[in-house]
């Protein structure tokens, strides 16, 4: 039996800080691990961000909520869902993808989440574990699942190679270069043509 | 993190081969594990009852497509949606459960499969592990999810155990005595409340 691991920014929907930076018109939360590899500092700096924007939770999800999945996902999600189950594994948190998955017809999601105050302003985040999509991955295979993963990301690419089959998508030429083992997809159709492949293996 | 683990037959949709009988007309396919034990030997009796009938795999897919999901049962998961991801745990078969899943806004499923025959007719199963429920519930656990469980048979009592909390939900009598640890819940209210109380916990 087979399962499908997919990433969620930039495979499903944007990235949500870059179209959060879009939204509100403030370019400081396109700060990524590119300008500030330590993930707690760059968190650090955006929970402040919020908080000098006065920017609670609530506020945040109004935003996130008003942005779309990526033009084919929707259709590519139906497609999916005709070859075989599927969850997405992310390094977002729960509260800011709640109202995108709504709108890609609530798929189960694993990621972490944030620490957020009675007034509604974030305080901090709950990693649930280290190398999360990756340990997701080695759960469904001890479960029996023959698992295909895909992401855009570095923080992708354990999750593909634990996996039994995967793909890069729309990743970055850097990334494709690195890891020339991943076929590359850029195209929803290339991606389950792929997955079709590897279930019909 | 919360994660909650629900059963599907008798939970959110009703017993799939005691509907299959009724919509068939056919009274053998009530036979139950209570009548015979050995799920082997009973499966066996079930793929020669189809085949005596003339019944392929897209026969029956017809036939629990007309199914229903228990009445409440939507409003159900719109609220268990508002308080938690969950994912449905189930010793029945991806592709008998496939178009009921459809009706239930495609929720994700771990179950087993069936083998079939390229003319249609089913020749087998496949239990994707032993215990599928339990080791599903044990992988979650490792993930840094708090697990709640609840189902209404004997097959979902290890899941419940292994859970971090749980509660039956319209067991028979039997179980209940047996098992007098677990909460009892016959209203799709009272279970959201037991779920609701958990994660506040």
Sequence with gaps: MHLVCLDLEGVLVPEIWISFSEY????????TTRDEPD????????IDLLAQHKL?????????????????????IKGLRD???????????????????????????????????????????RLRQQNGKKCAVTAFKT????????????NDIAMIQEAHGGSLFRAPE????????????EAYEELLAHIKAFIGS
Excluded: H, W
């Design 174 to 185: 850097g990334i494709q270069k690195e890891y020339p083992q991943f076929p590359c997809t």
């Design 24 to 31: 509100t018109g403030i370019p400081e939360f396109r700060r």
């Design 143 to 154: 479960l029996g699942y023959r698992v295909f993963a895909a992401g855009d990301s570095y």
């Design 39 to 46: 993930y707690d500092k760059l968190m650090a700096f955006r």
């Design 83 to 125: 070859l075989s189950q599927f969850i997405i594994l992310s390094d977002t948190f729960e509260e800011f993808a709640k109202p995108l998955l709504a709108k890609l017809g609530q798929p189960l999601l694993f990621c972490n989440s944030l620490e957020t105050a009675p007034d509604g302003y974030i305080k901090g985040y």
């Design 56 to 76: 609670t939770l609530p506020d945040i999800q109004r935003v996130i909520g008003s942005m779309e999945p990526l033009p084919g996902a929707l259709d590519f």
